[in-house]
T-cell receptor, first 109, second 112 residues
Framework: DQQVKQNSPSLSVQEGRISILNCDYT??????FLWYKKYPAEGPTFLIS?????DKNEDGRFTVFLNKSAKHLSLHIVPSQPGDSAVYFC????????FGKGTRLHILP | KAGVTQTPRYLIKTRGQQVTLSCSPI?????VSWYQQTPGQGLQFLFE???????NKGNFPGRFSGRQFSNSRSEMNVSTLELGDSALYLC???????????FGSGTRLTVV
């Protein structure tokens, strides 16, 4: 039973353009959502989060949007940079934190 | 400020053996969670401890167990290892009332 779904295993984006990573969830009781970034051989690093009472949160080049009616959130990275190439995990919390399977983002030169 | 420390970084065990992994959280963090990462499965939640008590548990068999000590350090144990237990085991800690986990670099367990 996968409560947090990232349906795109990978995504390639040209450097300087916008990267949009998507995430869907099934449990309407989730009250907090997070995005993590992971490089090989390292643990995930917290990127940005959003409470279920908001629909947008921005931090520099990163913006997370939450659409509660659609049970969908997205992470926008603009402009995309080579160092953004990594695996991105979406996560949702109601007590314990549940992660999606991740999307590998490739930033092309 | 030291991060989350996991030991050992790499481990090779034989099927049927047992293993203990260790995690030292960030100082002051009382919540510690464990995740298993395998290719194609993402991060799967094992359990969460807070103040020496297991607060949440994932859908793993009873061979997987954990504990937390009074100094918030945590260990997880896997008994009767199977080949499918080969994975990266990640520990994460967070401050009370905060949702943002800080992860360690993980322990790469290989079962042969």
């Amino acid at each position: 039973d996968q409560q947090v779904k990232q349906n795109s295993p990978s995504l390639s984006v040209q450097e300087g353009r916008i990267s949009i990573l998507n995430c869907d969830y099934t449990n309407s009781m989730f009250d907090y959502f997070l995005w993590y970034k992971k490089y090989p051989a390292e643990g995930p690093t917290f990127l940005i989060s959003i409470s279920s009472i908001k629909d947008k949160n921005e931090d520099g080049r990163f913006t997370v949007f939450l659409n509660k009616s659609a049970k969908h959130l997205s992470l926008h990275i603009v402009p995309s940079q080579p160092g953004d190439s990594a695996v991105y995990f979406c996560a949702a919390s109601k007590g314990k934190i549940i992660f999606g399977k991740g999307t590998r983002l490739h930033i092309l030169p | 400020k030291a991060g989350v420390t996991q030991t050992p970084r790499y481990l090779i065990k034989t099927r049927g053996q047992q293993v203990t992994l260790s995690c030292s959280p960030i100082s002051g963090h009382r919540s510690v969670s464990w995740y298993q990462q395998t290719p194609g499965q993402g991060l799967q939640f094992l359990f969460e401890y807070f103040s020496e008590t297991q607060r949440n548990k994932g859908n793993f068999p009873g061979r997987f167990s954990g504990r937390q000590f009074s100094n918030s350090r945590s260990e997880m144990n896997v008994s009767t290892l199977e080949l499918g237990d080969s994975a990266l085991y990640l520990c994460a800690s967070r401050p009370t009332g905060d949702y943002g986990y800080t992860f360690g670099s993980g322990t790469r367990l290989t079962v042969v």
